[in-house]
């Protein structure tokens, strides 16, 4: 058991509260505060200020920064591991100690199916962005059909899937049996305005009944 595990553990326990309570508290499963207690995962200096605050007590006082208790742990994974073969890569310590922090976000094709690579993104409360961790995208843009909204080819853009048809969104859509990136603008309750922009703005209405919306994207990243 580590020494912040130990702590948490005689605080929590001091308060007559649970696991399973603390760990509502915090917004992670109660598995992750009994790792944390054992001392198998690390825990960030944020995620120890929150649950100090929960439990009314700092527990700070004793406790080794982040980075020393990722040394301290790398170090001795590592001792043991080279009696068997060589010692153990350093960028598997660092992905261990952010894993229950981090989550990669696949980042995909307009197909949703064919996974171009991931990028990592905090989790915060047990989600990504104020968005659940499994609706949460990027999507690498195709053409330069919106180079007037700034999203060129090349350029990723993190979104969250939906269905909802979302007035003046930019989205993922799919109509008449293809998939591109266009601004909705409503009309009325049955017709929309699909909205491009390569060198001029292009508008195209359709039903709402034949349109699919698939993500609604929150910021585009440039590809320098």
């Given amino acids: 058991m580590s020494r912040v595990g130990e702590k948490i553990k005689n605080v929590r326990e001091s308060n007559s509260m649970s696991q399973k309570q603390l760990a509502k508290k915090l917004g992670v499963s109660e598995g992750f505060i009994n790792e ?32 020393e208790e990722v040394f301290k742990e790398s170090k001795n994974e590592s001792s043991n591991y080279t009696k068997k073969s060589k010692s153990r890569d350093t960028n598997d310590v660092w992905n261990d100690a952010f894993g229950s922090v981090l989550k990669n976000v696949p980042i995909y094709g307009y197909d949703l199916k064919s996974k171009i690579g991931t990028k990592k993104m905090p989790i915060i409360n047990n989600k990504i962005e104020g968005y659940s961790q499994d609706r949460v ?14 999203m060129a080819k090349g350029d990723i853009a993190f979104g969250v899937t939906t269905h909802e048809v979302e007035n003046n969104s930019i989205c993922l859509v799919e109509c008449k049996g293809e998939r591109c990136i266009r601004q909705i603008k409503k009309l009325d309750s049955n017709k929309v305005l699909l909205i491009s922009n390569r060198q001029s703005l292009r508008t195209e209405t359709v039903e709402i009944r034949n349109l699919s919306v698939l993500v609604k994207f929150n910021r585009v990243e440039i590809k320098l």
């Fill in 137 to 150: 995208v990027y999507i690498e843009i195709a053409d330069d059909d919106m180079i007037g909204f700034r």
């Fill in 36 to 67: 944390v207690e054992s001392g198998k995962k690390i825990i960030n200096q944020n995620l120890i200020d929150r649950i100090s605050k929960i439990l009314g007590k700092d527990i700070n006082d004793i406790t080794m920064s982040f980075e």
